[in-house]
C-alpha cells in the first residue's frame, strides 16, 4: 500500500467516517484531489479488509459551466469511471447564472449545487455517505480566509475532517504528495487554469499569501497552522455546546425561513456567546455562515442592546435581522 492510501486509511479509520458495508458517494470534479480519492478507493478495495468495501461507492459530478473545458472534464470522468466499471451520476447547471438569479457568489452557488445534487444522488442510491476531497492545504487556505474575515475561534479549526454525513478523506494529504500520487498512479487529472487566476480570494492565499509566507517566515506554515487548528478544537467542541444550550434557552420559533429568540434573554447573555449563538443561526438558516462577517455580528448585538423595536438590519443580500415586540427576528430575505 502507498503511503498516501496509508494516510487516507487511517484518516477514515480515526474519524470513523464509513462503517463497514456503508455506500459513498464520491464527489470527483476531474482535478487532482478528487482523482486521487477515487483511485485511493479503488485501491483499498483491493487490498482486503478496510472500512471501504467494494462495490460500496459510486460518483457524483457536477458540471458548472463555467470555463470551455467543463465539457471535457465531465467527459474524462466518465471515461474514466466507465473503463472502470464504476457507477457515475452527473448534472450539468449554469451556475453564473444561478448566481446572479439568487443574488449570491458564484462560489457560493457552485458549492450550494454541488452539495445539493450529491445530497440528491445519495437518496437516490441509498448511500448514506458523501465523500469530498478537500486537503490540508485547502483547510490552512480557509483558516487564512476566516482569520482575514475576523470569524471566531472556531474559524480556527479550519475544514472539519467529518460533519454529519459529509467525509473528507484527503484531509490529512497535503497538496504536493496528491500531485505526486497522481503522477505515480498516471491519472493524468484535469487542471483548473482558473486556480491560478487571483481573482477569487481563496486564489490569492493560495498563490500569494502562503508562499510569501513559506519564503520569508516559516517554510512549515501548513504544518504550523494545521496544529494550531488542532489545539483549538478541543477548546471549540466546549463552546459549541454552550452556544447550543444558550440558543435553545432563548429561542421561541424556529422554521427553515426563520429564527425568532427572546430579546431580553439573548441580550443577558456574555458578548462570546452572543456572537456564536448569531453564527449559529445564520447556519442553521443557510447551511454556511452566509459572508457574516465580524462587523456585521458586532452590528446585530448592537441593534439587540439598543432595544428600540421595529428596528433592523441587513448584513447581506440573504439575511434580515429585526428587532420587534421584544424578540429578534432573523429572517431568509
Known amino acids: 500500500m502507498q503511503k498516501l492510501e496509508e494516510k487516507v486509511l487511517k484518516t477514515i479509520q480515526t474519524n470513523q467516517m464509513i462503517e463497514t458495508g456503508e455506500k459513498t458517494v464520491l464527489g470527483v470534479s476531474g482535478g487532482p484531489d478528487s ?3 477515487l483511485k485511493v478507493f479503488m485501491n483499498l478495495c483491493q487490498k482486503g479488509p478496510s472500512p471501504v468495501a ?33 457507477e457515475f451520476f452527473s448534472k450539468r447547471i449554469d451556475v453564473e447564472n444561478l448566481a446572479h438569479t439568487n443574488k449570491i457568489g458564484t462560489e457560493e452557488a457552485g458549492r450550494k449545487v454541488r452539495y445539493e445534487f450529491f445530497e440528491e444522488v445519495l437518496k437516490k442510491t441509498k448511500a448514506t455517505k458523501i465523500a469530498v476531497a478537500h486537503n490540508k492545504n485547502d483547510k490552512i ?42 503522477k505515480e498512479n498516471k491519472l493524468e487529472p484535469r487542471i483548473d487554469q482558473s486556480n491560478f487566476e487571483n481573482v ?16 520569508e517566515f516559516n517554510p512549515n506554515i501548513i504544518q504550523t497552522i ?20 444558550a440558543y435553545q434557552e432563548i429561542l421561541l420559533k424556529e422554521t427553515k425561513q426563520e429564527v425568532i429568540v427572546d ?10 456567546i452572543k456572537s456564536r449563538v448569531i453564527r449559529y443561526i445564520i447556519k442553521g438558516l443557510f447551511g454556511w455562515v452566509a459572508s457574516i462577517e ?4 458586532e452590528d446585530i448585538i448592537k ?25 429578534v427576528y432573523f429572517k431568509k430575505s
Open 35 to 37: 482523482m486521487c480519492m
Open 54 to 86: 467494494p462495490s460500496d461507492f459510486l460518483v457524483a459530478h457536477v458540471n458548472h459551466q463555467l470555463r470551455q473545458e467543463a465539457d471535457e472534464e465531465e467527459q474524462y470522468v466518465r471515461e474514466f469511471c466507465e473503463k472502470n466499471g464504476i
Open 141 to 182: 487556505e480557509t483558516i487564512f480566509l476566516h482569520m482575514l474575515r475576523g470569524s471566531g475561534i472556531e474559524g480556527l479549526q479550519g475544514i472539519a475532517p467529518k460533519r454529519g454525513k459529509i467525509i473528507r478523506p484527503l484531509i490529512e494529504c497535503e497538496r504536493e504528495e496528491i500531485e505526486q500520487y497522481c
Open 200 to 215: 477569487y480570494h481563496r486564489n490569492k492565499v493560495r498563490n500569494i499569501v502562503v508562499p510569501y509566507i513559506q519564503k
Open 226 to 245: 494545521d496544529r494550531l487548528s488542532e489545539l483549538v478544537e478541543a477548546e471549540n467542541q466546549y463552546m459549541e455546546e454552550q452556544t447550543r444550550k
Open 263 to 272: 430579546l431580553k434573554k439573548f441580550n443577558l447573555l456574555e458578548n462570546v
Open 294 to 297: 465580524k462587523i456585521h455580528i
Open 303 to 327: 441593534l439587540c442592546g439598543n432595544n428600540i423595536g421595529n428596528k433592523y438590519l441587513t448584513p447581506n443580500k440573504n439575511v434580515k435581522v429585526l428587532v420587534k415586540n421584544h424578540c
